[in-house]
Each structure stands twice: as C-alpha cells, then as structure tokens.
C-alpha cells in the first residue's frame, strides 16, 4: 500500500475519463479518444446549442447510450469503499469532471460533479422554473422541448464555453484550500480549472499524487508523484483496499 489514508485528515480525489474508461465509457482525449473522431471543442460548444440543438443532441446521445449501458469499475468501487472504511473524524471528497454518474452508483457519497451530469436534463432558459430531472432515454435525433415555457431542453452538464456551476466549483475550492492528501486520477488535467487543483493542493501543503495512463506532458510541477498504469489496475494496491 502506498498511500495510506488513515494518515491524512482531509482528503480530496479528482477523476477523469480515464476512471471510467473500463466501464466502455471512451475518454475525450489520449488513445482511442473520443477527440479523434469528432472535435468535441466544435461540437460539444454552447453555441452549437445555441444554433444547432439537435447536434449536442446527437453528440451526448452516444455518451447517454454508452453510460446507460455501462456498470462502475473497480476503480470506482475502490473509491467508494475508501470513503466507507474512513474514521467519522477524516473529511473525503470526491470531485469528478466525469458526467456519467458511476462514482455515485459505484456507492460514494460526497461526490462534487464539476462537470454536470448527462443523465440529468434542464431547460436551456435560465428564467424557466423547470427543475432538472433524470432521464437515461437516448434522444439523439431531433431536440426536446420545455414543457413549460417551450425552450430547448439540454443535458446538465457544462458545455465548451460555459462557466463551471457555481456551487460545485465553490466547493472544490473550499475542500482544496486545506486538503492533506489530493490525488488526480484518470485525468489529463489540461483542462482549467482542474489543472489548477493540484497547485491549490500543493500550495496548502497537501501530498500530491497523479495516477494516469500516460505520463503528463507537459510535467506539472505541483504533482510531486505520479503513478502511471490503468486506474482499475493500480488503485486496488495503491490504497490497500478490494484486492
Ligand atoms: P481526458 O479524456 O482528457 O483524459 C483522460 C486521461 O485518462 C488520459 O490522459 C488517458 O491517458 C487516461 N486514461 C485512459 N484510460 C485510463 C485508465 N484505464 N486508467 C487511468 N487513466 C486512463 O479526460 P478528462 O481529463 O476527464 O469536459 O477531461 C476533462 C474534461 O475535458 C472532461 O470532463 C470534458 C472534456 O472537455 C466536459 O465534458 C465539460
Ligand atoms: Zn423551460
């Protein structure tokens, strides 16, 4: 075991695509992204939405069939039993970039979507009182209209162009600002802000750790270790847990 949680207070763990890549679920960038096939920067874009809804539609269409037909891997599962073996007196929180909702079905509990969830849809019309629901439908073709006022609806998550809720990027900072130990897994990280996490994490102290696929290029200094290998693979005897 090479990190042993039961030596840190307040614990912070940031995932990526890479978590959920053995759930069938493809990763944005790296081997086999899903950014090799189409540019998700173009189409993924709030103004896509904007002209064009039927294409966000379309695009998120395939990552809802994905996640629907998808089960937490061991990496979520590990996660989660993390959280359950702690003592009530250690702080743990999981903050995500992923939409899909394994981290929750996998069983964790104080988990920060940064990014939203594709299984959740709101309307596009920030004055409409329609509360955001669940649905796993696909809806790839044609769009789906508010019910109440008659604007486009749109899966809740954020879309190129688009600010990070409010709420859920407050959090993460709080958690951040004196975390003990912070690990980023199955990311990245070059997309802001969650490349700046590792640095608020370093400049209060934390232990540092980056687990990924592939080396991190350019090196972000903050990270003072880095364990490279598939996350299902390396974060059973990482933690000392489910293996
Ligand atoms: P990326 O797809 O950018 O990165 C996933 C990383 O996981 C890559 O570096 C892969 O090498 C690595 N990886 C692949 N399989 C792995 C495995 N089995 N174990 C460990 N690592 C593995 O995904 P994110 O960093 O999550 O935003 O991307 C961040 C954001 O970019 C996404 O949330 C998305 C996109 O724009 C939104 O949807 C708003
Ligand atoms: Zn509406």
Redesign the pocket.
């Known amino acids: 075991m090479d990190i042993d949680v039961s030596h840190y207070k307040r614990i912070v763990i940031l995932t990526g695509a890479g978590v959920s890549a053995a759930s069938g679920i493809r990763t944005f960038r790296g081997k086999d992204g899903i950014w090799d096939e189409h540019n998700v920067g173009e189409y993924g874009h709030v103004s896509v939405l904007n002209k064009r809804p039927d294409l966000t539609w379309k695009l998120f269409g395939q990552l809802r069939t994905q996640v629907r037909e998808s089960q937490p891997n061991k990496a979520h599962l590990v996660l989660a039993a993390l959280e359950r073996n702690l003592d009530p007196s250690q702080q743990f929180t999981l903050i995500t970039q992923n939409v899909d909702g394994l981290h929750r079905r996998a069983g964790s509990i104080n988990v920060v979507e940064l990014h939203g969830n594709v299984t959740r849809i709101r309307?596009?019309?920030d004055d409409?009182?329609?509360a955001p629901y669940h649905d796993e439908a696909i809806h790839d073709r044609g769009v789906l209209l508010?019910?109440?006022?008659?604007?486009v609806?749109r899966p809740d998550i954020v879309l190129f162009g688009e600010q990070l809720p409010p709420v859920q990027s407050a959090q993460a900072k709080l958690v951040l600002q004196d975390c003990d130990l912070f690990v980023a897994i199955g990311t990245s990280g070059i997309v802001p802000p969650a490349a700046r996490y590792v640095q608020m994490a370093d400049t209060a102290g934390a232990r540092t750790i980056c687990v990924n696929l592939e080396p991190m290029a350019p090196r972000n200094a903050a990270f003072k270790e880095e364990y490279l290998g598939k996350a299902e693979e390396l974060l059973p005897g990482l933690f000392g847990v489910g293996h």
């Open positions: 309307c596009s019309n409409c009182d329609l508010c019910q109440k006022c008659l604007s609806l």
